[in-house]
């Protein structure tokens, strides 16, 4: 069945710096989505990506999604504490399969 | 206005035991889910009701058994808990199959001892 993996798992950085964390599938996917979760949270949609090489950004957040569309990445630029959280890419394989993959997500810890 | 919401938050009872978890959600949307994160966040998909009707049913033991009353609620019904069941269990709901977001409840901690 489809696999959708990230990168890193885990994620320390100092406050300011920045961060990214990669998601792979192993299948190509119609679009991909991303989500975060706050420590003791649920997961909230952060945004959704749906064509080869789309590029979309959200204030210090910065989506991209692979010209094969089976990988994707989130960058941050100048973490916050409020950026603490896990996150997770999500996606839809190519295959007519209405399920959505979550991916095993990348916990951000921010060291003040 | 809480968008949707799980009862109860939290959930401990003994190996065995029969419960159920409620979901309902306030949004007007067709399609409703089921997922369990594990000790280790990994989050999978159990089942997804789309207009009241079965969508998609994960490898999931036949003890969890799901119902949908109609389009707003989904309820998940476990029976013989056994102690891998505890986890922490999410409803979500999204406007249509795909390719939309999807909205997640508060979750509902389970504990099976």
């Known amino acids: 069945g489809q696999q959708v993996m990230q990168i890193p798992q885990y994620q320390h950085v100092q406050e300011g710096e920045d961060f990214t964390t990669y998601c792979n599938s192993s299948?190509?996917?119609?679009?991909i989505q991303w989500y975060k979760q706050r420590p003791g949270g649920h997961p909230v949609f952060l945004i959704q990506l749906v064509k080869s090489g789309e590029v979309k950004k959200q204030k210090r957040l910065t989506f991209q999604f692979g010209e094969a569309k089976k990988n994707s990445s989130l960058h941050i630029t100048a973490t916050q504490t409020t950026d603490v959280g896990t996150y997770f890419c999500?996606?839809?394989?190519?295959?007519?399969?209405?399920?959505?993959?979550f991916g095993t997500g990348t916990r951000l810890t921010i060291i003040p | 206005d809480t968008a949707v919401s799980q009862t109860p938050k939290y959930l401990v009872t003994q190996m065995g035991n029969d419960k159920s978890i409620k979901c309902e959600q306030n949004l007007g949307h067709d399609t409703m889910y089921w997922y369990k994160q594990d000790s280790k966040k990994f989050l999978k998909i159990m089942f997804s009701?789309?207009?009241?009707?079965?969508?998609i049913n994960e490898t999931v033991p036949n003890r969890f058994s799901p119902k949908s009353p109609d389009k707003a609620h989904l309820n998940l019904h476990i029976n013989s808990l056994e102690l891998g069941d505890s986890a922490v269990y999410f409803c979500a709901s999204s406007p249509r199959l795909e390719p939309y977001e999807q909205y997640f409840g508060p979750g509902t901690r389970l504990t099976v001892t």
């Open positions: 999500a996606g839809r394989s190519n295959f007519g399969n209405e399920k959505l993959t």
């Open positions: 009701y789309n207009n009241k009707e079965l969508i």
């Open positions: 299948t190509t996917l119609s679009n």
